[in-house]
C-alpha cells in the first residue's frame, strides 16, 4: 500500500495540445492567425501550434494572454517560444502577458506554450502576425527601375 501511495505522488500532468493552425490572408504576403487551448485538468502542459504560411522568409510577431477573473480559470504560462524565439513574458497575477517583437523566420512555424493550469477550465489565447520580407533580389530591381527612370529623366532635360 505504501509502495502504491509513494507511486502515486508524482506531478499532475494536464492535458497537452497539439494543433496545426490555419492563417488567415490579410493582405498579399500578410498572413495573421488566432490560437488558444483551454485547459479542464489542472497540472503542468505543453502545448503546440504550427503555422504554414505561403512565404518565404518572413517576419514574424506574436501575443499570448491568460486572464483571471477573481482566482478563478487560473493558469500560469511559464514559457512561450517561436521557432526557437522567446516570448517575453510579463506575469502578474490575474492578467499575464506575452510578446515577441518581430523575428525572422521562414518555413513552417512551431509555437509552443508551457505552463500550470492551477484551476481547471483556466485558458489562453493570442494571436501570429506574419508577413514576407522581400527577396534581394527584389530591392536589386527597384534600384535598377529608379536607375532608368533617373537617366530618362535626365536624358529628357538635356533635349
Do not use: C, K, W
Not at 53 to 61: D, I, K, L, Q
Not at 97 to 105: C, D, I, K, M, T
Amino acid at each position: 500500500m505504501a509502495a502504491m501511495l509513494a507511486a502515486s505522488t508524482g506531478t499532475a500532468l494536464a492535458e497537452d495540445l497539439t494543433q496545426n493552425v490555419a492563417l488567415s490572408t490579410v493582405s498579399a504576403g500578410s498572413y495573421t492567425a488566432h490560437y488558444g487551448a483551454t485547459h479542464n485538468v489542472a497540472g503542468l502542459f505543453t502545448d503546440t501550434f504550427t503555422f504554414n504560411p505561403a512565404v518565404g522568409p518572413s517576419m514574424a510577431n506574436a501575443v499570448i494572454q491568460s486572464i483571471s477573473l477573481f482566482g478563478n480559470n487560473d493558469l500560469n504560462l511559464t514559457s512561450a517560444s517561436l521557432n526557437g524565439h522567446a516570448l517575453t513574458l510579463i506575469p502578474s497575477g490575474g492578467y499575464e502577458f506575452g510578446l515577441l517583437s518581430p523575428v525572422a523566420v521562414s518555413g513552417t512555424l512551431t509555437l509552443t506554450v508551457m505552463g500550470n493550469v492551477l484551476t481547471p477550465s483556466a485558458s489562453y489565447s493570442g494571436d501570429i502576425n506574419v508577413a514576407a520580407v522581400p527577396e534581394p533580389e527584389t530591392y536589386g530591381m527597384l534600384l535598377a527601375g529608379l536607375g532608368i527612370v533617373g537617366f530618362l529623366a535626365r536624358r529628357r532635360n538635356a533635349s
